[in-house]
């Protein structure tokens, strides 16, 4: 089983809908969580973080987390096509980052 | 601030060569990490330096090195390249004790042939 597990996609959705893209984790004492998000040909760009059961909001994003289950799951809201990117779920385990593979979200205009 | 910075951005190297790969961590920051990105395998760890020291390193041959210097600026070395080098290289850098949020710098494309 992976650390952490993401549906490869690719997810499409319609400008303007709700992009929800998923992710599990298997070290039940993770506490931090992040999502990135990846153009092609660019690195890796901090969107959302978060530590504590619930959802965090910011703008168009919310992530949500449920440690009890061990997921994470990240919301944007109005999809645009800009949005257009591969999302990486990552997960804080000792002093390093463990990524997920990604989800590559498509937003047809 | 200025954000990371990595040096060379594209580095194309024969089988066998060594390769140096520079990374600045963000003004302040001084924990600097390295990941290995491929379509393959995604998002690989390889070390995280912490003052000086290598604090964390992932499952990687020991061609693989690094070190970090008093400025907490940050070198890798690939030392016999192989063909399945060929990678994005990625340095992270992140304020430890904090939140533990990375920031990646651009990214080195390293191609071998």
Same mark, same amino acid.
């Given at each position: 089983?992976?650390?952490?597990?993401?549906?490869?996609?690719?997810?499409? &959705?319609?400008?303007?809908?709700?992009?929800?893209?998923?992710?599990?984790?298997? $070290?039940?004492? %993770?506490?931090?969580?992040?999502?990135?998000?990846?153009? %092609? !040909?660019?690195?890796?760009?901090?969107?959302? %973080?978060?530590?504590?059961?619930?959802?965090?909001? $910011? !703008? =168009?994003?919310?992530?949500?987390?449920?440690?009890? %289950?061990?997921?994470?799951? *990240?919301?944007?809201? $109005?999809?645009?096509?800009? $949005?257009?990117?591969?999302?990486? +779920?990552?997960?804080?385990?000792?002093?390093?980052?463990?990524?997920?593979?990604?989800?590559?979200? =498509?937003?047809?205009? | 601030?200025?954000?990371?910075? @990595?040096? #060379?951005?594209?580095?194309?190297?024969? =089988?066998?060569?060594? &390769?140096?790969?520079?990374?600045? #961590?963000?003004?302040?920051?001084?924990?600097?990490?390295?990941?290995?990105?491929?379509?393959?395998?995604?998002?690989?760890?390889?070390?995280?330096?912490?003052?000086?020291? @290598?604090?964390?390193?992932?499952?990687? #041959?020991?061609?693989?090195?690094? =070190?970090?210097?008093?400025?907490?600026?940050?070198?890798?070395?690939?030392?016999? *390249?192989?063909?399945?080098?060929?990678?994005?290289?990625? +340095?992270?850098?992140?304020? #430890?004790?904090?939140?533990?949020?990375?920031?990646?710098?651009?990214?080195?494309?390293?191609? &071998?042939?």
């Amino acid at each position: 089983q992976k650390e952490v597990e993401q549906n490869s996609g690719p997810l499409s &959705v319609p400008e303007g809908a709700i992009a929800s893209l998923n992710c599990t984790y298997s $070290d039940r004492v %993770s506490q931090s969580f992040f999502w990135y998000r990846q153009y %092609s !040909g660019k690195s890796p760009e901090l969107i959302m %973080s978060i530590y504590s059961n619930g959802d965090k909001e $910011d !703008g =168009r994003f919310t992530a949500q987390l449920n440690k009890a %289950s061990q997921y994470v799951s *990240l919301l944007i809201r $109005d999809s645009q096509p800009s $949005d257009s990117a591969t999302y990486l +779920c990552a997960v804080k385990g000792g002093n390093k980052l463990v990524f997920g593979a990604g989800t590559i979200l =498509r937003v047809k205009s | 601030k200025a954000g990371v910075t @990595q040096t #060379p951005r594209y580095l194309i190297k024969t =089988r066998g060569q060594q &390769v140096t790969l520079s990374c600045s #961590p963000i003004s302040g920051h001084r924990s600097v990490s390295w990941y290995q990105q491929t379509p393959g395998q995604g998002l690989q760890f390889l070390f995280e330096y912490f003052s000086e020291t @290598q604090r964390n390193k992932g499952n990687f #041959p020991g061609r693989f090195s690094g =070190r970090q210097f008093s400025n907490s600026r940050s070198e890798m070395n690939v030392s016999t *390249l192989e063909l399945g080098d060929s990678a994005l290289y990625l +340095c992270a850098s992140s304020n #430890p004790g904090g939140t533990y949020e990375q920031y990646f710098g651009p990214g080195t494309r390293l191609t &071998v042939t």
